[in-house]
């Protein structure tokens, strides 16, 4: 393994031949943060892109040999390091997407590869000492460099929205045979020896899940409902209910959610090009205020019989305007997000990174102002 001069062979991208243009075309399919947040690395239609996370700059020289690798789906660079780990796309001619590719930029080769014989690999996620390679039906945990297997973890639900991963080691995610079991697992390497141990939450009757979510530190989980109206916290090591957030009686899709690195706030992408972001409280009594707890458990059961799929009875039962979760700051974005994310460069807390589908670059800071409104700090054309 090798460190790559990225200082040295830094490239101002804005100097470069455009990604879109008609003469080079180039397509982006993923962006992916390294483990250490300094580095954006991008899956492409021609091999792969890393980009300094600090100013923007280009920090690898694209050669034929990248170019050759065709279609990436994923690109993901280890650390600071030369590897770079590669999922093909469906149209590569070259690989196939049952394939994790290990790739060494600095020697422009491939220095190995491990091949999923019966199923197509959906994903796949780097974490401090393994890689978790998501297919249709099981998650492979395997040694990051070694790709030796240390687990096999089957029939899980293969809605990637009811998997979880963060960069400490922790993967979530539901079983197929009871979907009120979110099973937690945790990949520790302190002595250099990897095991794994499992935790279970047993959720609410009360959550219909639509979406679950690790925090960065693996502590939280927070669970969506299928109605995207409504959110409970619980601490993954105990179970026990943190927060219930009441997003209000409007349904709306939510196609992504974050907790920031300090597991203080939480970022949600609606389908409306709109951003919100909610703060979450930081110490409470051992009863946790939970809105769903408010109202009669046998109205809500009755609710839940009928079934009702146009309105949900979120929006008849939590009608008090008190019942709604305040929001810390909010914004809309323009276009089809390629990459969004809390700024993690630097122990950031308060900024958020968006790319666009047409190449902008946008980070916005939520400190405290009287809007309440998301204000841009920066923005860059990176075509």
């Given at each position: 393994m090798n460190e790559t001069p990225f200082e040295s062979s830094s490239i101002d991208l804005t100097k470069t031949v455009p990604w879109n243009s008609r003469e080079h075309p180039v397509k982006v399919n993923s962006i992916r943060y390294n483990q250490d947040f300094t580095l954006l690395t991008l899956g492409t239609s021609k091999g792969y892109k890393i980009f300094s996370i600090e100013n923007l700059k280009l920090c690898h020289e694209e050669t034929e040999e990248v170019y050759n690798l065709g279609d990436i789906y994923i690109a993901n660079t280890y650390y600071r390091s030369s590897l770079v780990f590669l999922l093909p796309s469906k149209d590569n001619q070259n690989f196939t997407n049952t394939e994790i590719i290990i790739f060494d930029d600095f020697y422009q080769t491939k220095m190995g590869s491990f091949k999923e014989k019966k199923e197509e690999i959906i994903t796949?996620?780097?974490s401090k000492s393994a890689i978790f390679i998501i297919t249709l039906s099981k998650i492979i945990v395997m040694e990051i460099l070694t790709f030796k297997i240390i687990q096999v973890i089957s029939n899980i639900n293969s809605t990637l929205q009811l998997l979880s991963f963060n960069f400490?080691?922790?993967?979530?995610?539901?079983?197929?045979?009871?979907?009120k079991n979110i099973y937690i697992n945790h990949y520790l390497n302190d002595k250099l020896e990897i095991t794994s141990k499992t935790s279970k939450i047993l959720v609410s009757p009360y959550d219909f899940i639509q979406m679950i979510q690790l925090s960065p530190s693996g502590l939280l989980i927070g669970i969506l409902s299928i109605y995207g109206n409504k959110m409970h916290i619980y601490y993954s090591q105990?179970?026990?209910?943190?927060?219930?957030?009441?997003?209000?009686?409007?349904?709306?899709?939510?196609?992504?959610l974050l907790f920031s690195k300090k597991e203080n706030y939480l970022l949600f992408q609606k389908n409306d090009n709109k951003l919100y972001i909610y703060k979450i409280v930081?110490?409470?009594a051992n009863n946790p205020k939970c809105v769903c707890c408010k109202?009669?458990?046998?109205?809500?059961?009755?609710?839940?019989?009928k079934k009702s799929e146009k309105n949900g009875f979120w929006q008849k039962l939590f009608s008090k305007k008190d019942d709604i979760k305040n929001i810390h700051c909010y914004g809309e974005y323009i276009g089809k997000?390629?990459?969004?994310?809390?700024?993690?460069?630097?122990?950031?807390?308060?900024?958020i990174i968006l790319i666009n589908s047409n190449g902008i670059f946008i980070k916005y800071h939520f400190g405290?102002?009287?809007?309440?409104?998301?204000?841009?700090?920066?923005?860059?054309?990176w075509i």
């Amino acid at each position: 393994m090798n460190e790559t001069p990225f200082e040295s062979s830094s490239i101002d991208l804005t100097k470069t031949v455009p990604w879109n243009s008609r003469e080079h075309p180039v397509k982006v399919n993923s962006i992916r943060y390294n483990q250490d947040f300094t580095l954006l690395t991008l899956g492409t239609s021609k091999g792969y892109k890393i980009f300094s996370i600090e100013n923007l700059k280009l920090c690898h020289e694209e050669t034929e040999e990248v170019y050759n690798l065709g279609d990436i789906y994923i690109a993901n660079t280890y650390y600071r390091s030369s590897l770079v780990f590669l999922l093909p796309s469906k149209d590569n001619q070259n690989f196939t997407n049952t394939e994790i590719i290990i790739f060494d930029d600095f020697y422009q080769t491939k220095m190995g590869s491990f091949k999923e014989k019966k199923e197509e690999i959906i994903t796949f996620f780097l974490s401090k000492s393994a890689i978790f390679i998501i297919t249709l039906s099981k998650i492979i945990v395997m040694e990051i460099l070694t790709f030796k297997i240390i687990q096999v973890i089957s029939n899980i639900n293969s809605t990637l929205q009811l998997l979880s991963f963060n960069f400490v080691d922790f993967v979530a995610y539901i079983k197929f045979d009871n979907k009120k079991n979110i099973y937690i697992n945790h990949y520790l390497n302190d002595k250099l020896e990897i095991t794994s141990k499992t935790s279970k939450i047993l959720v609410s009757p009360y959550d219909f899940i639509q979406m679950i979510q690790l925090s960065p530190s693996g502590l939280l989980i927070g669970i969506l409902s299928i109605y995207g109206n409504k959110m409970h916290i619980y601490y993954s090591q105990t179970g026990k209910l943190k927060e219930c957030i009441f997003l209000g009686p409007n349904i709306q899709t939510i196609e992504k959610l974050l907790f920031s690195k300090k597991e203080n706030y939480l970022l949600f992408q609606k389908n409306d090009n709109k951003l919100y972001i909610y703060k979450i409280v930081k110490s409470y009594a051992n009863n946790p205020k939970c809105v769903c707890c408010k109202y009669d458990d046998k109205k809500l059961l009755l609710a839940l019989n009928k079934k009702s799929e146009k309105n949900g009875f979120w929006q008849k039962l939590f009608s008090k305007k008190d019942d709604i979760k305040n929001i810390h700051c909010y914004g809309e974005y323009i276009g089809k997000l390629s990459f969004l994310n809390f700024d993690e460069s630097a122990n950031k807390n308060k900024d958020i990174i968006l790319i666009n589908s047409n190449g902008i670059f946008i980070k916005y800071h939520f400190g405290k102002n009287r809007s309440g409104k998301l204000v841009p700090v920066l923005s860059v054309q990176w075509i």
